[in-house]
């Protein structure tokens, strides 16, 4: 790749306006990212205090995270009516992003508990053998004893809680029993008061040491409720639950083991992915309805292509990370692919795969930006600024503000003929629209870095011409594409870039990204925002990250090791 | 189903109105039994319950149409103060404007027209026009927490659905399971001009589900399972009380946990409430598989989703509808998303039709609430609503958030003033048709939620720092005039 160096020049004379609007868009989110080119690898984690912990709110169950839960408590009890019901909890965002996660119990989120919970132990009661498992042969009985209950408290009721329940708890649970009309109802009831309760519902981090601290120990249980929700979404397995039980994972040398024991996890897996899902801000609906049909041409589309896409990319990131310990690098330059759906395969222009040896993709395409979640879109023009908004603000952490609507407005400043539209690019087109200055404060990094990506269709299919279309998506003419630029990739140095093969070849070894990459990481597996006392932490991350002989596993691992420490502080 | 050939469901179904409505009352005169286990400050809103119906149109509405002629309103306005001047619209010349023909002749004393007021935030896209609830705009990750109050239904809740919003779907309000009533229709014109629907995210029948699915458990089940919800639920309060007592409680738990308890309330009130309603007979446009019934007719479907909603206000199921109107494509039939708001021809021949069908089916609704009376037996359901009419365009093809137009129907409970066409526009500043500086629609949004009964202190640390919705950037810029007051409720339009 060549890269030139082009000093940034500011015009004297530019308003303060545009000075500060140049600046908050050249600033990284939390500071101290500035990287003056791919081969800068100067630390810029400030890590004063390596035992500074960062408070953070205890925090109830995602809906995702109640279903993994019930599915790992209830799973031989779940029929398909039951499912239902249990598919009732609300999308709360928590899959998808912490962002969009609110913290609150709303009426329809205990709804959907309330009947979740009284449907699941009529449906134990129905499955002989599960009302054994859960609550003991002594269930079956006409009329359950106290001490029947009490050996279900004693014991199937810890899973429930994710540690042993409190005398208070007990005594709670035993009142339900004997208020309750009769004496099998005021089992399942238990059950139901157990799942309604907030100890189920919330991941509570309270310690178990009487010391009154605002930073304190976590318990044995709380750590392993930590790794496993933290990787897998899900309740620690009974490995874990025993080591919690025994105190075991307290050591971090035990705990770091559970960790890459945890990560291996199918559900730990799934988890992942959803990471690189919200990483890039994929989108998981695609729809092809909208696109012109010469775009489509040669491809059969159906609703399958998304899970095709989908299945693909979830391969794709198994194999880099888990069968290949690979590299940033690795993720982001492998040629792997397993697109055995044939339409797809179409696209990415191989042969169907099989097997579970990965087909190798052409030379112009290759690593996770040149699969069709991260390219696609469902109208007639590529979505070039969302490509370099992406690579921007989520790959190397550049802060991109929301634009003012001032600002945006400006973009219709001199509205094009249709005549002038069709001679030219997508590209054109968007660098027309955000010419003013004050767009460009943004866009001058947004768009050559979208640019690169523009020999790839709304369908992620190689192309040499750009098609236009009138309002009708009939086609009107075809254009030149141009995926040359000069990115401002670097502070201070801008970067010759042919397509975006040289972009991604240049940020995959990026320490820049990888510190980016980082961030992201940790803060994901912690669902929250990082703090500035999280730096000596993602710190740690961040160098296994550039460590030529560890992977992005390892860094995994690490990054939930640190995140499992024993500590917690209180938040307020 | 027309306001005049069409019998009340709820006239129809085996308990009168009378009966029905007696028995609401007579079971809101027992809850909420929970409510010594909450807090002071979380326990259910004093009665008459109020609601608020908020109908916010993707695709460009007509400005010039939503409001009377320039011509014909300036002699009738009347100067409240140097900034705000106001017509009562029962004195101005009917119709008032071509989108509303004669259909609000009989709502305007609960009609509002509003002029100048913008500033709604991110580009005035619908998204933006819910920043005052907090939703999360694409690009800004500061996590803001949507939420009409606590003690209300959640509706608007979701950021991540804004947020994917902005990768194509402008489907802004969640469709939601339970309770809660969140719709987006995705609709088209056929070639005759008929309204045809593409995509809604809910069926009526599974709306009716989601909302009354108890109705039909029979008396002596329900009894049953209420006696065994009210016996959990007062166990799960022994355990949030212990939490509560816990040394290593942070407030921000105790909040998460106070939330809990008033949800538990409301629920059980719900719970209540529930028993007295039944099915109206009402003709599903969805059979039970999902399927739109062969005679599906988008007129019906829309219909039905106002008939639930009645009887979901009645019934104190849900006290928030949020119903947007979503053009499906920019390229296609009819009406697209940028569509030329100010183009005479096309607006009487095509949008303006759709968009007038969508007004008066808006009116109709109105018309059911006001034919309803309220469960408080003051007045009627209109009486205690509020419906929220909203758009995100203002100019041509853009989203320009200078003066978007609003309408208000209802009186939110006598909380503010209605039958008013309302000008916000600050003559001081006012430049040009293109640029009438206003007042910031947060105020609008502002005196909703305190007439809901949200106070102050609930939205004043929300949204972006500067309390509940967007003040920042150009919005703060166009509305400098408002820096100390935009989180007060609008002046004139509330009561005191």
């Not at chain 1, 545009?18 to 990287?35: R, Y």
């Not at chain 1, 040629?335 to 579970?356: R, T, V, W």
């Not at chain 2, 006598?414 to 600050?426: E, L, W």
Request: charged letters at 20%; aromatic letters at 10%.
């Amino acid at each position: 790749m060549n890269q030139i160096r082009v000093k940034k020049i500011i015009v004297a004379g530019l308003c303060l306006f545009l000075v500060t609007s140049f600046q908050n868009c050249s600033q990284f989110e939390s500071a101290k990212l500035d990287f003056a080119s791919s081969s800068d690898s100067s630390n810029q984690f400030t890590c004063t205090n390596p035992d500074d912990l960062s408070g953070s709110e205890n925090k109830r169950l995602s809906s995702t995270q109640i279903k993994n839960s019930l599915s790992s408590l209830f799973s031989a009890s779940i029929d398909t009516n039951l499912q239902k019901i249990i598919d009732k909890l609300p999308n709360d965002g928590g899959a998808e992003s912490f962002e969009g996660f609110s913290n609150i119990f709303s009426e329809e989120f205990l709804t959907a508990m309330s009947e979740i919970s009284f449907a699941i132990p009529e449906r134990i009661f129905a499955v002989t053998s599960e009302r054994n498992r859960i609550f003991g042969t002594c269930s079956g009985s006409a009329t359950i004893t106290q001490v029947c209950v009490q050996a279900y408290l004693d014991g199937y009721a810890s899973q429930v809680f994710r540690r042993p329940l409190s005398v208070e708890e007990k005594t709670t649970s035993l009142n339900v029993f004997t208020s309750s009309a009769d004496t099998v109802e005021g089992l399942k009831n238990v059950l139901a008061y157990h799942l309604q309760s907030p100890q189920f519902l919330t991941l509570w981090e309270l310690g178990d040491q009487d010391v009154t601290s605002n930073v304190f120990d976590l318990s044995s249980y709380e750590i392993a409720n930590r790794i496993s929700y933290y990787l897998a979404d899900s309740p620690p397995d009974s490995t874990l639950r025993l080591k919690a039980q025994s105190g075991e994972i307290l050591d971090p040398i035990v705990a770091r083991a559970e960790i890459e024991r945890v990560l291996n996890t199918t559900a730990a897996k799934t988890k992942l992915v959803s990471f690189f899902i919200y990483w890039l801000e994929l989108s998981t609906d695609m729809d092809f309805s909208q696109l012109p049909t010469d775009v489509t041409s040669g491809i059969t589309l159906s609703s399958g292509i998304t899970t095709a896409a989908y299945d693909e990319l979830s391969k794709y990131i198994k194999y880099v990370i888990f069968d290949q310990k690979g590299s940033y690098k690795d993720i982001l330059t492998s040629k792997a692919s397993f697109a055995q759906h044939s339409e797809l395969a179409k696209i990415y222009g191989h042969a169907p795969q099989s097997g579970l040896t990965p087909v190798e993709m052409t030379s112009e395409r290759m690593g996770i930006f040149h699969k069709l979640p991260f390219l696609y879109s469902g109208t007639q023009k590529t979505n070039l600024i969302k490509r370099g908004v992406i690579i921007r603000r989520d790959v190397l952490c550049d802060y991109l503000p929301t634009p003012s609507t001032a600002v945006i407005d400006m973009r219709n400043d001199e509205p094009l003929l249709d005549s002038e539209r069709f001679a030219m690019s997508n590209r054109q087109v968007i660098e027309h629209q955000t010419k003013n200055v004050s767009c460009m404060t943004c866009h001058s990094t947004i768009n050559p870095t979208g640019s690169a990506f523009e020999n790839f269709d709304q369908l992620g299919k190689m192309r040499v011409r750009e098609a236009n279309y009138n309002a009708s998506n009939v086609f009107i003419r075809d254009v030149n594409i141009d995926t040359q630029s000069v990115i401002p990739l670097w502070l201070g140095n801008d970067v010759a870039s042919a397509s975006s093969v040289d972009l991604i070849t240049e940020i995959s070894t990026s320490y820049k990204a990888r510190a980016c990459f980082a961030k992201k990481m940790y803060s994901y597996i912690n669902q929250r925002k990082n703090k500035s006392n999280d730096d000596c932490r993602v710190n740690q991350v961040y160098q296994n990250l550039i460590d030529p002989d560890k992977s992005i596993y390892d860094a995994l691992i690490e990054a939930v090791s640190v995140s499992s420490t024993k500590k917690r502080v209180v938040y307020e | 189903m027309s306001k005049n050939n069409k019998k009340q469901w709820y006239d129809q179904r085996f308990l009168g109105r009378r009966q029905f409505l007696m028995g609401i009352g007579g079971h809101m005169l027992m809850i909420p039994f929970l409510s010594s286990l909450a807090p002071r400050n979380v326990l259910a809103a004093p009665l008459p319950n109020r609601r608020l119906a908020m109908f916010p149109m993707e695709f460009g509405m007509m400005t010039n149409f939503l409001r009377p002629d320039n011509a014909i309103i300036k002699p009738s306005l009347i100067a409240h103060s140097p900034s705000i001047h106001y017509a009562n619209l029962a004195s101005l010349p009917k119709p008032i404007s071509f989108v509303f023909d004669n259909t609000f002749d009989d709502l305007l004393n609960d009609l509002n027209i509003f002029y100048g007021l913008g500033g709604t935030g991110e580009a005035g896209h619908t998204y933006g026009i819910f920043n005052g609830s907090n939703a999360n705009v694409p690009g800004d990750n500061t996590n803001r927490r949507p939420t009409f109050g606590r003690s209300l239904d959640v509706i608007i809740e979701n950021s991540a659905q804004f947020k994917s919003s902005f990768s194509g779907k402008m489907s802004t309000i969640r469709p939601s399971t339970k309770q809660t009533y969140g719709v987006a229709m995705f609709w088209d014109r056929d070639a005759s001009g008929n309204p045809i629907v593409k995509q809604p995210t809910m069926s009526d029948r599974t709306l009716f589900d989601n909302i009354f699915g108890l109705v039909d458990i029979a008396p002596t089940e329900k009894a049953k399972m209420d006696a065994r919800k009210t016996l959990v639920a007062d166990s799960v309060l022994e355990d949030i009380n212990r939490l509560k007592n816990h040394k290593r409680i942070s407030k921000s738990d105790k909040d998460m946990l106070d939330r809990y308890i008033t949800s538990v309330n409301d629920l059980q009130k719900k719970l209540l409430d529930v028993k007295s309603c039944s099915k109206p007979s009402i003709t599903y446009q969805y059979d039970a598989a999902g399927k739109k019934i062969a005679s599906f007719s988008v007129d019906q479907l829309l219909d039905n989703f106002f008939e639930i909603t009645t009887l979901a206000f009645a019934c104190d199921q849900s006290r928030m509808l949020g119903l947007q109107n979503h053009f499906g494509s920019s390229a296609g039939a009819g009406l697209p998303h940028h569509f030329d708001g100010e183009d005479v021809v096309v607006d009487t021949n095509n949008s303006g039709i759709t968009q007038k069908w969508y007004i008066h089916k808006i009116a109709d609704f109105a018309r059911k609430l006001k034919a309803f009376p309220d469960p408080s037996g003051q007045g009627s359901l209109l009486d205690h609503s509020l419906l929220m009419v909203m758009n995100e365009h203002s100019s041509r093809r853009a989203h320009s958030p200078v003066d978007l137009p609003t309408l208000t129907i209802g009186s939110l409970g006598g909380t503010v003033n209605s039958g008013k066409y309302i000008d916000f526009r600050q003559e001081a500043r006012f430049i040009n048709d293109s640029t009438p500086f206003g007042h910031p629609r947060k105020q609008l949004l502002i005196s909703a939620l305190q007439g809901m009964g949200v106070a102050r202190s609930e939205y004043i640390n929300d949204g972006d720092g500067n309390g509940f919705g967007m003040f920042s950037g150009a919005q703060a810029a166009n509305h400098t005039d408002f820096a100390s007051t935009h989180n007060d409720p609008l002046p004139f339009y509330t009561k005191p």
